[in-house]
Structures are given as structure tokens and as C-alpha cells.
T-cell receptor, first 114, second 113 residues
Framework: GENVEQHPSTLSVQEGDSAVIKCTYS??????FPWYKQELGKGPQLIID?????GEKKDQRIAVTLNKTAKHFSLHITETQPEDSAVYFC?????????????FGKGTHLIIQP | DAGVIQSPRHEVTEMGQEVTLRCKPI?????LFWYRQTMMRGLELLIY????????DSGMPEDRFSAKMPNASFSTLKIQPSEPRDSAVYFC???????????FGPGTRLTVL
């Protein structure tokens, strides 16, 4: 089955600086890579996703890159703000292949220092 | 619009008791997922349904766990008998036809004493 590794487990950055979280996956059949943000006491919420036929995607301050050959993908947050503090999860799945369930990384606790 | 609804939000029970967690997916969504979240193991997929049919239950930990989806608007996850190691937050998520984004509910925090 799929295995997703995520690093770092904790990341502390100064407000206004950039944050980068990295993930690797094992199953070359995975074709969908979402990123979720989870705030305390709430369920995960999708912030951005990327499909395997795209190398990069950007949405305002958030961007995701995918390297299929190396089987790794990264989340980039620029101009970080206090409300970016949360736990971020990467995930992988095979959408449409009978394996639509997400395999999650262990999460990164992002702390934005004022 | 209402999101995914889960009940109860908190459940405290004693070892050996039966526990039933409930989920109402977003109206019109046809795929439903159950996940479990613990500090040690993170977020794990337990089972998912497509059009009320279980597709992949390989994540269900043991025979003590069972899940049903009798209709498009309701699913249950049952643990019988419950054990302290089942203590976790259980999330339900749903997706629309042809969609990829999974919309998560607020979760049920289960504590088994």
C-alpha cells in the first residue's frame, strides 16, 4: 500500500517569512496529492491540491510542487501570517482507481512567531 | 449549506461497551470515508463507500469494527466491544460525484475507559 512521509514534524517561522513542508510517497500509481490544514478541535480542511499531470499549482500565498520522478511534493506558504498557525497534512491517493481513500503524512505543526 | 454532520461530538464509555458513531454526508455526495486520528498513528483510513457500497475496508483494524451505509444520507461506524486503545477522534468525510476534494466533518472524540 501507499506510504507517505512528511517533514518536518514541527516548523517555527517568523511572521512574514516563508514556510516549506515536504512529503514523499511510495506508490507510483498515486495521482492526486492534496494538502489539508487542521485547526484545534476541527476536522481537516483542504487548502490546495495537485494532480499528477501538473508540476506546480499556486493559489495566492500558497503553492504546491510535484516531482513525479522523485515521488515527492512540497507545500510553500509565503508571507506567513498568525492565522497560518495550524497542523498541515499532506496526502496521496489513486482517484478513480478504486483506491480513493487518502493516505496521510503524520502532519507538520506550523508555528508563526509574531 | 450544512457540511458533514457527525454525532455524537464526544463519547465516553467503558471498556466492553458497544459504541455507535454516526455520519450524515453532504447532500448529493456519493462517496463517504471514515478515518481515525491518534497522536501515535496520525490520520488513518478505516473504510470508504461509493454509492452506499463498501469499496475498501482494509483499514478496519479488527472484527470489532463494522461500518454500514444503509442509504445515501447516513452511515454508522460501530465498535463492539470497545477497548481503551480505540480511544481516538473519528472523522467522516464525503465527496461529490466525480470530485476529488474530501469534505471532513468535525469528528467524534471517543474515550474508552
Amino acid at each position: 500500500g501507499e506510504n507517505v512521509e512528511q517533514h518536518p514534524s514541527t516548523l517555527s517561522v517568523q511572521e512574514g517569512d516563508s514556510a516549506v513542508i515536504k512529503c514523499t510517497y511510495s506508490d507510483s500509481a498515486s495521482n492526486y496529492f492534496p494538502w489539508y490544514k487542521q485547526e484545534l478541535g476541527k476536522g481537516p480542511q483542504l487548502i490546495i491540491d495537485i494532480r499528477s499531470n501538473v508540476g506546480e499549482k499556486k493559489d495566492q500565498r500558497i503553492a504546491v510542487t510535484l516531482n513525479k520522478t522523485a515521488k515527492h511534493f512540497s507545500l510553500h506558504i509565503t508571507e506567513t501570517q498568525p492565522e497560518d498557525s495550524a497542523v498541515y497534512f499532506c496526502a496521496a491517493s489513486q482517484v478513480g482507481g478504486g483506491a480513493d481513500g487518502l493516505t496521510f503524512g503524520k502532519g507538520t505543526h506550523l508555528i508563526i512567531q509574531p | 449549506d450544512a457540511g458533514v454532520i457527525q454525532s455524537p461530538r464526544h463519547e465516553v464509555t467503558e471498556m466492553g461497551q458497544e459504541v455507535t458513531l454516526r455520519c450524515k454526508p453532504i447532500s448529493g455526495h456519493n462517496s463517504l470515508f471514515w478515518y481515525r486520528q491518534t497522536m501515535m498513528r496520525g490520520l488513518e483510513l478505516l473504510i470508504y463507500f461509493n454509492n452506499n457500497v463498501p469499496i475498501d475496508d482494509s483499514g478496519m483494524p479488527e472484527d470489532r469494527f463494522s461500518a454500514k451505509m444503509p442509504n445515501a444520507s447516513f452511515s454508522t461506524l460501530k465498535i463492539q466491544p470497545s477497548e481503551p486503545r480505540d480511544s481516538a477522534v473519528y472523522f467522516c468525510a464525503s465527496t461529490p460525484p466525480g470530485g476529488r476534494e474530501q469534505f471532513f466533518g468535525p469528528g467524534t472524540r471517543l474515550t474508552v475507559l
